[in-house]
């Protein structure tokens, strides 16, 4: 909910920003002159910058809300839920609003996830990598739960050593400690 309102915040601020750089650029014809002798074209395209940075703080803000994975991915990084818990609930959620996880893009050193849809991708940030990279494996088991041929549509670098696309073995190793931990969940989703 913080990171949600901190996302609103900072938009309406750009946007503000941008609107008086316009306004700004325009003093000739307006009258209103915010910012005396400024570059027109220099204005003109740092207001576009503001807008276009606010209307993506809007969107990054608003997207997991909207598909009501918020208090999943909360309910996850306080400990109440396994990554595969989480991730079930995701698909679950997704399966409510017609989408299916079809596979899933994860970075080493981040702390954003994208769940692959039927329909596009969705951005889900979590506190920090650890958490990030859990949640990206529970979300590539559920993707290969829901079909074994979306393993293609699954990018995961999990390190030096360990990528779904560089360095399989490495990767595989990691897969496989992660199902030993998680068997038990991911034995209940396969049914």
Wanted: aromatic share 12%; glycine share 12%; net charge positive.
């Amino acid at each position: 909910m913080l990171k949600r309102r901190f996302y609103y915040i900072s938009a309406s601020a750009f946007f503000v920003i941008g609107f008086l750089l316009i306004v700004g650029n325009f003093s000739g014809i307006t009258g209103y002159a915010v910012f005396n002798d400024s570059n027109v074209t220099l204005g003109f395209y740092a207001s576009l910058w503001f807008f276009a940075a606010g209307i993506v703080l809007l969107m990054s803000g608003g997207r997991a809300k909207q598909l009501g994975l918020e208090e999943t991915i909360k309910a996850y990084e306080q400990g109440g839920i396994s990554p595969v818990r989480a991730a079930l609930q995701v698909r679950e959620a997704l399966r409510t609003g017609g989408r299916e996880i079809s596979g899933v893009r994860y970075k080493g050193s981040s702390d954003n996830v994208t769940v692959i849809t039927s329909q596009g991708g969705i951005s889900v940030k979590l506190n920090d990598e650890e958490s990030a990279r859990n949640f990206a494996l529970g979300v590539y088991e559920i993707a290969l739960i829901n079909d074994p041929r979306n393993n293609e549509r699954c990018e995961l670098h999990l390190g030096k050593r360990a990528s779904s696309k560089h360095y399989k073995k490495g990767f595989l190793e990691v897969v496989r400690g992660f199902e030993e931990t998680y068997k038990a969940d991911l034995a209940g989703a396969k049914r």
